[in-house]
């Protein structure tokens, strides 16, 4: 649920709380839509913030309490109010979250936490633009946003990501990557091999999940519908000290002779969403859920027969 409502107020306030994307902007040139608080109103916000700091993981784990100040505090023109608020602070040490067990810099350090509250919940908090104290980890860059891909092109795409080929409805989202690829460092007997999990839909149609694998020297191929989808890399590449995560696969998606009418409907795709061969036309029965590819002249006489040119 806080989840959903995080993803609702980035959404309502994206264009004016630059502090939860933690892209720096000239506050001159993007003022926020305010309106008037009230004094009580001031108030309550402002505990709330600054009980919500006191409690964060950068703030708890060596913050100094006699820093704290609260730098602003806005109301935003959306319902409900959302109220952008931003503390400053300074913690004993470099760093950001809970740092038990990590070498610390001894250095007095100075931060500003831009927290989004709304009906009494703190919907999001930003530390320096780069820590999101409510899952205490960076913050993540686009997370999830879907890629505009092309045919024929090489696309990046992260984990629960998609790359999107709006003029063939086609969809491809990387679900997990499988490394078992030998460390660049280290001398293996076998080099090992990379696996990127996809889910596939098709004009909204799931076609399931499938095995894209890597051996470096080479590439499988899946053929989905009329599409061949190969993975090209995977980054990055692990080593003896520091094993891949955050992981990006390119995929190269082509397309290829459809399967026939039968196969692709059998397969989920509705009649009217067929795929035909260059040169042929689609056609279905008016009274059957049914489909075929005909060249044109046999659609124009199958059309006088009652059958639907699609």
């Not at 795929?275 to 859920?289: E, H, M, P, S, Y």
């Not at 002249?297 to 059958?307: N, P, S």
Request: glycine letters at 6%.
């Amino acid at each position: 649920m806080r989840n959903q409502k995080l993803l609702l107020a980035a959404v309502m306030t994206a264009a004016v709380f630059w502090p939860v994307h933690g892209m720096a902007q000239n506050a001159e040139e993007t003022q926020p839509a305010q309106i008037p608080l009230e004094g009580v109103e001031i108030a309550q916000v402002t505990q709330i913030a600054l009980d919500f700091v006191r409690s964060s993981p950068t703030f708890a784990f060596d913050g100094m309490e006699d820093t704290l100040v609260v730098d602003s505090v806005h109301a935003m023109e959306s319902f409900p109010v959302q109220y952008v608020v931003q503390i400053s602070f300074d913690s004993a040490h470099g760093g950001f979250g809970d740092r038990e067990g990590q070498v610390l810099t001894q250095m007095i350090t100075h931060h500003k936490m831009d927290l989004l509250i709304s009906e009494g919940i703190v919907m999001s908090a930003v530390t320096d633009g780069q820590w999101d104290e409510l899952n205490n980890q960076f913050v993540l860059k686009h997370p999830h946003l879907p890629i505009l891909a092309q045919l024929g092109k090489q696309v990046q795409i992260g984990i629960d990501q998609s790359a999107v080929f709006e003029s063939e409805g086609l969809q491809i989202t990387l679900k997990r990557i499988e490394d078992s690829r030998c460390p660049s460092d280290v001398t293996c007997i076998h080099a090992g091999d990379v696996k990127a999990i996809v889910s596939v839909t098709y004009y909204d149609a799931d076609m399931g999940q499938f095995t894209l694998i890597n051996t470096g020297s080479g590439s499988s191929e899946e053929i989905v519908q009329r599409y061949s989808i190969m993975l090209t890399d995977v980054t990055p590449y692990p080593t003896s000290s520091q094993p891949a995560g955050n992981y990006t696969a390119t995929i190269l998606v082509s397309k290829t002779a459809p399967p026939s009418p039968i196969q692709q409907i059998s397969g989920g795709i509705l009649p009217e969403n067929v795929l035909c061969n260059d040169g042929l036309v689609l056609i279905q029965k008016a009274t059957k859920q049914s489909s075929a590819c005909v060249r044109p002249e046999t659609a124009q006489i199958l059309a006088e027969r009652g059958w639907l040119v699609l």
